[in-house]
């Protein structure tokens, strides 16, 4: 089937639509865009961390808001045509959070990331996330992100893709790189979906 045919159930002119208003209402990249793409064709293949928001966005009910339903489509959009171009990465905190809320939503949210390769908790984790939540001033209702983060840069991931930065401003993200730096620690890009969805 050609990449162009329209299919049943796929994205069609209103969803296109949507997603360029989104793009262009929003600036949730805590890092130069430009580089991003620099960096995103020096290998051919990348690691991807799905942090919860994406099986949220992917899995939930079609969202009125033009926000939400802009996130929606980007993620299915992404999970669709894009993400067999990556190595995909979970962690046991992605599967507790998943698994919270209503019964059918976290069944869903699970089925998504099933079979995504899992990264366990440890003791090495835990001690970054506590340092990372204290260093950016994460408060103890969102001490989630800081263990994602944690998992990226233990594990050594190159991309945390997630819809929720509200903890990570340009700041914010420049105090994680000097401290990451210090101490000889990789630091993860942060991005939203449709950054993936550009490369080819």
Known sequence: MGRNRRKKGGFGDFAWLVIILFCCSQAVFPFDFTLFLQYSKSMDKKSVYIETTIPSYATAKASRDIIKAARQTIT????????????????????DECSKGDADAAQRRLNFIEGLSLINKSEKIEELARVYQRLLDIPDKAKADSFHLAVCVDANIDYLLSWNFNHLSFASYGKLLLYNQEYGLPTPFLITPEMLNTKE
């Open 76 to 95: 299915q959009l992404f999970w669709e045509n894009a993400r067999q171009n990556y190595d995909l990465y979970i962690s046991q905190y992605v599967i």
